[in-house]
Antibody
Framework: QVQLVQSGAEVKKPGASVKVSCKASGYTFTSYYMHWVRQAPGQGLEWMGI????????SYAQKFQGRVTMTRDTSTSTVYMELSSLRSEDTAVYYCARAGQWLVIYNYWGQGTLVTVSS | DIQMTQSPSSLSASVGDRVTITCQASQDISNYLNWYQQKPGKAPKLLIYDASNLETGVPSRFSGSGSGTDFTFTISSLQPEDIATYYC????????FGGGTKVEIK
């Protein structure tokens, strides 16, 4: 069965970076794109970007351009999302979600990773 | 970006009631519209894709309709386990989500 297992909760200081991992199993890793979506406490869902695990190409939401980097390791079927220059507004649960490049239907999600930014 | 306006932001209904949520897109998105259910502390769960298609394993009391800019999500008979927040999501362009509708039991 398809599983997306994310790394554990993180606490970071303002200005620091965080790197969240998402390990995929149960399907061919390179056959589906991986998206990252975040949710601030009590708020809605916000799309951050997408990575093609096959070639590594990425596309980021304009809001995060310059601060986010998505990478993958095909040897471990893991994708990573690194967010830099953290501020308190980045406190959120970060999800990876499997979908197509254009057929963006999220039928599999990771369990979420809480990132807390606090001094 | 395409804006998705979801309403109401919250509602309270009795068990067995019919519940309707609407989502309006800021431009024509054809039928590229999905609906998700999210329970506290959990990841969203896909219920409806492409506006009206029921995801496998999802109870038939959930349904969706619409195309273009106006979409509707319906729970035909509200059950206690349906207490959750529901989100619409478009993918005609870069994905965006509606603001969510919190459904409570009266």
């Amino acid at each position: 069965q398809v599983q997306l297992v994310q790394s554990g909760a993180e606490v970071k200081k303002p200005g620091a970076s965080v790197k969240v991992s998402c390990k995929a199993s149960g399907y061919t890793f390179t056959s589906y794109y991986m998206h990252w979506v975040r949710q601030a406490p009590g708020q809605g869902l916000e799309w951050m970007g997408i990575i093609n695990p096959s070639g590594g190409s990425t596309s980021y939401a304009q809001k995060f351009q310059g601060r986010v980097t998505m990478t993958r390791d095909t040897s471990t079927s893991t994708v990573y999302m690194e967010l830099s220059s953290l501020r308190s507004e980045d406190t959120a649960v970060y999800y990876c979600a499997r979908a197509g490049q254009w057929l963006v239907i999220y039928n599999y999600w990771g369990q979420g990773t809480l990132v807390t930014v606090s001094s | 970006d395409i804006q998705m306006t979801q309403s109401p932001s919250s509602l309270s209904a009795s068990v067995g009631d019919r519940v309707t949520i609407t989502c309006q897109a800021s431009q024509d998105i054809s039928n590229y519209l999905n609906w998700y259910q999210q329970k506290p502390g959990k990841a969203p769960k896909l219920l409806i894709y492409d506006a009206s298609n029921l995801e496998t394993g999802v109870p038939s009391r959930f349904s969706g309709s619409g195309s273009g800019t106006d979409f509707t999500f319906t729970i035909s008979s509200l059950q206690p386990e349906d207490i959750a927040t529901y989100y619409c999501q478009q993918y005609d362009n870069l994905p965006t989500f509606g603001g969510g509708t919190k459904v409570e039991i009266k």
